[in-house]
C-alpha cells in the first residue's frame, strides 16, 4: 500500500484541496490525517482561507480513501460532519515489516512516547506545525525515527507545506511544490 500523510490543515480550505489535489496525483490509496483538520485553536490565528464547512465537502468527498486521528482541536461534534473515523489517539500501522506510530502529538510525541512502539519504529505525528524528519534515542537509549509533516495552513519556525509518503515500509518528507 501506498500512503500519502498530512496534517493540521485547521480548516483551511484551499490546503484541504491542494491536499486531496497532491493525494490523488501521487497515486497513494490511503490519506492519513494526523488531526487538526476543521478548527484552528485558540493559540492560533484564524488560517488565510478558513472555511471549515468547505474543507468537509472537500474530505467527504473521498472518505472512503481517509484513515485519521484526533487531534487536540479535534471534537465529538467534527465527528459528527465527517463521513470517516476521527476519534483514534492513535494508529499502530504496519507496512513492508516497518512499525509506524501515527498519532497528532498532543497526548504522544518524543518527550512521552508510546509504551506500545518498538525499538526502531517511526513516530509519524503532527500538532508542532513543524516538518521534521530525524533519528532520536529513546530514554531507554533505543533509537526511533520521528517523523511530521508539519501544517500547510499554519506552519511555524519558518516551516514549509510538506506532506509524507509511505511506500514499501519507507517514509519520505516532501515538500508541495508552487508553495
Not at 490511503?30 to 468537509?56: C, E, F, Q, S, W
Not at 526502531?120 to 532520536?136: N, Q, R, W, Y
Request: with cysteine; aromatic share 10%; glycine share 6%.
Amino acid at each position: 500500500m501506498k500512503y500519502f500523510v498530512a496534517s493540521d490543515i485547521h480548516g483551511d480550505s484551499y490546503w484541504a484541496q491542494r491536499i486531496v489535489d497532491a493525494f490523488i496525483e501521487s497515486k497513494a490509496d490511503k490519506l492519513i490525517l494526523l488531526g487538526d483538520t476543521l478548527y484552528h485553536g485558540p493559540r492560533n490565528d484564524l488560517p488565510a482561507h478558513h472555511a471549515p464547512k468547505k474543507v468537509i465537502e472537500i474530505l467527504n468527498n473521498i472518505a472512503d480513501k481517509i484513515i485519521a486521528v484526533r487531534g487536540n482541536c479535534d471534537t465529538e461534534v467534527d465527528q459528527m460532519v465527517l463521513k470517516f473515523p476521527l476519534m483514534a489517539d492513535y494508529i499502530y500501522l504496519v507496512d513492508e515489516g516497518q512499525v509506524f506510530f501515527v498519532t497528532h502529538g498532543h497526548i504522544y510525541n518524543p518527550y512521552n512516547l508510546p509504551s506500545i512502539m518498538p525499538q526502531g519504529a517511526t513516530l509519524l505525528m503532527g500538532h508542532s506545525h513543524v516538518a521534521e524528519d530525524e533519528e532520536l534515542e529513546s530514554p531507554d537509549g533505543w533509537k526511533y525515527r520521528y517523523l511530521n509533516p508539519g501544517s500547510p495552513s499554519l506552519p511555524k519556525e519558518d516551516s514549509v507545506p510538506s506532506y509524507i509518503i509511505i511506500e514499501n515500509g519507507k517514509a519520505e518528507l516532501i515538500q508541495f511544490k508552487d508553495q
